[in-house]
Nanobody, 118 residues
Framework: QVQLVESGGGVVQAGGSLRLSCAAS????????MGWFRQAPGKEREFVVEISWSSDSTYYADSVKGRFTISRDNAKNTVYLQMNSLKLEDTAVYYC???????????WGQGAQVTVSS
């Protein structure tokens, strides 16, 4: 139904910036809340940020607030994660996900590796 593919991952120096994209296929992302999660080496998956389908609400984890920005372009069926002032601890596999209102996330991308080097 909904397939999500992340892109834009790579290696960046600490303090640098990177933008991730998540393209959806199968159906429009309109009326779906979108989120970004990440899983660092040796750690459990954690919530990063969420955006409502209309982009009128966003929720950021404290660890990324002020540094990361989520946005979406429903016409292009794409959600973005702009990451600034990257830290070593931001190194992780980043996953985009989608959910309908009042439901758990049910669609997940395959992940994009982000490595922050010193």
């Amino acid at each position: 139904q909904v397939q999500l593919v992340e892109s834009g991952g790579g290696v960046v120096q600490a303090g640098g910036s990177l933008r991730l994209s998540c393209a959806a296929s199968g159906r429009t992302l309109s009326n779906y809340a979108m989120g970004w999660f990440r899983q660092a080496p040796g750690k459990e998956r954690e919530f990063v940020v969420e955006i409502s389908w209309s982009s009128d609400s966003t929720y950021y984890a404290d660890s990324v607030k002020g540094r990361f920005t989520i946005s979406r372009d429903n016409a292009k069926n794409t959600v973005y994660l702009q990451m600034n002032s990257l830290k070593l601890e931001d190194t992780a596999v980043y996953y985009c996900a989608a959910r309908t209102r009042l439901h758990n996330y049910e669609y997940w991308g395959q992940g994009a590796q982000v490595t922050v080097s010193s």
